[in-house]
């Protein structure tokens, strides 16, 4: 079946690198995503990979896919306090089109 | 901002209602998404509408339907609320079916 996991919460010092970590059970997911939700906000579409990739960079996001392990992660380097939210893994296969969510990490930040 | 507008921003109601929940995809978008965002639940994928054709659905319950119109905007429509469906309702589009989604801004729906 199709499953995501997240850890709930994720606490790390300003200026410190965060590391968000998820699991999922599909193997045939093609597409994997990092959404963002802040406090009484929508979902931003970070970033995503797809599954023929092993990571993808962008500014100070970096995506790694272990598609052996079904391992996602984000890293968001030199974490901010705008970067306090809940982050949520999600991934789809090819042929299907509901995107699966993981319940969200909520990161928060300590001076 | 997304591009995607949902509608309206906040909605109180009593058990027994119905109401209905407004969708506007991102322009050029043919894919719609519907969600059901509670505390116990996370994020439920409800239903999945292609250039006014249901693809895809999920946990949505019999007392919810939507439909997206030729000018592909969708809605949403929940009746005989109950007080277990307040939670929060996304509206998401992507250009395909297999594309990367964006997601609106949200309905609160708060059933008293």
């Known amino acids: 079946g199709e499953d995501v996991e997240q850890s709930l919460f994720l606490s790390v010092r300003e200026g410190d690198s965060s590391v968000i970590n998820c699991t999922y059970t599909d193997s045939s997911s093609t597409y994997l995503y990092w959404y963002k939700q802040e406090p009484g906000a929508g979902l931003q579409l970070l970033t995503y990979i797809f599954s023929n990739m092993d990571m993808k960079q962008d500014q100070r996001l970096t995506v790694l896919l272990n598609k052996k392990d079904k391992h996602l992660s984000l890293r968001i380097a030199d974490t901010q306090t705008g970067d306090s939210a809940i982050y949520f893994c999600?991934?789809?296969?090819?042929?299907?089109?509901?995107?699966?969510f993981g319940s969200g990490t909520r990161l928060s930040i300590r001076p | 901002d997304s591009g995607v507008t949902q509608t309206p921003k906040h909605l109180i109601t009593a058990t027994g209602q119905r109401v209905t929940l407004r969708c506007s995809p991102r322009s050029g978008d043919l894919s719609v998404y519907w969600y059901q965002q509670s505390l116990d639940q996370g994020l439920q994928f409800l239903i999945q509408y292609y250039n006014g054709e249901e693809r895809a659905k999920g946990n949505i319950l019999e007392r919810f339907s939507a439909q997206q119109f030729p000018d592909l905007h969708s809605e949403l429509n929940l009746s005989s609320l109950e007080l277990g469906d307040s939670a929060l309702y996304f509206c998401?589009?992507?250009?395909?079916?297999?594309?990367?989604?964006?997601f609106g801004q949200g309905t609160r729906l708060t059933v008293v």
């Open positions: 998401a589009s992507s250009r395909g079916v297999n594309t990367e989604a964006f």
């Open positions: 999600a991934e789809r296969n090819s042929s299907a089109s509901k995107i699966i």
